[in-house]
């Protein structure tokens, strides 16, 4: 069955530097989630989005900003980085005619900054 | 607001020992979902369970069984006989009830890291 795909599965960067990272969630999938996962740390809720229009936000930087398109893959815009957000970054999808509290995860983005 | 509590930040067991992980949550919601998610050295969260509020009977699936007690909101996680497989960040999870356009976020736990020797 598809899964949650995310590319690209690593990714260095310098300070200052601008990366995106992509999500392609599960077909029919409507919500797609992100989440920051920092070195020995829990996963930390950034944002979400249902129906192409955001749906939650949690702690993501003002430098971060992220859109869901017509297909659904959504991406992550990060700008002006920092060493700080060397993280694993997880997204996930749903659907919401599906089973309540159903995540679906892929597998992840590590983005290293130097 | 939610909150996800794992007491145990490492646990050193050797191989076919039992094992239980403690998960405590904090939430006001009647209606949330709890979870359980294995992360191996590669990284990837590996879902294990989800349950729901309203449904406390306890679960096993093979060498995983799962204790959830509302009256002392937690949801304890057992590994019998575990293996070195086992060897990973077990994270628990919360979720409230979804919200009308999408709202299933998960406020996670710390995490615990087991480690199993031989």
């Known amino acids: 069955a598809a899964g949650v795909i995310q590319s690209p599965r690593h990714l260095i960067k310098e300070k200052r530097e601008t990366a995106t990272l992509k999500c392609y969630p599960i077909?029919?999938?409507?919500?797609v989630y992100w989440y920051q996962q920092g070195p020995g740390q829990d996963p930390q809720f950034l944002i979400s989005?249902?129906?192409?229009?955001?749906?939650d936000k949690g702690s993501i930087p003002d430098r971060f900003s992220a859109q869901q398109f017509s297909d659904y893959h959504s991406e992550l815009n990060m700008s002006s980085l920092e060493l700080g957000d060397s993280a694993l970054y997880f997204c996930?999808?749903?659907?919401?005619?599906?089973?309540?509290?159903?995540?679906?995860f892929g597998e992840g983005s590590r983005l290293t900054v130097l | 607001a939610q909150k996800v509590t794992q007491a145990q930040t490492e646990i050193s067991v050797v191989e076919k020992e039992d094992v239980t992980l403690d998960c405590v949550y904090e939430?006001?919601?009647?209606?949330?979902?709890l979870f359980w998610y294995k992360q191996p050295p590669s990284g990837e969260l590996v879902f294990l369970i989800r349950?729901?509020?309203?449904?406390?009977q306890n679960e096993i699936s093979g060498r995983y069984s799962w204790n959830f007690q509302k009256s002392t909101s937690s949801f304890n996680f057992t590994i019998t006989a575990s293996q070195v497989v086992d060897s990973a960040v077990y994270f628990c999870?919360?979720?409230?009830?979804?919200?009308?356009?999408?709202?299933?976020?998960?406020?996670f736990g710390t995490g615990t890291q087991l480690k199993v020797e031989l």
């Open positions: 996930a999808s749903s659907f919401r005619q599906g089973s309540p509290g159903e995540l679906f």
């Open positions: 077909p029919r999938h409507d919500t």
């Open positions: 989005f249902y129906e192409k229009m955001q749906s």
């Open positions: 939430t006001r919601d009647t209606t949330y979902y």
């Open positions: 349950r729901n509020s309203f449904d406390e």
């Open positions: 999870a919360l979720s409230e009830a979804p919200l009308t356009g999408g709202g299933n976020k998960l406020t």
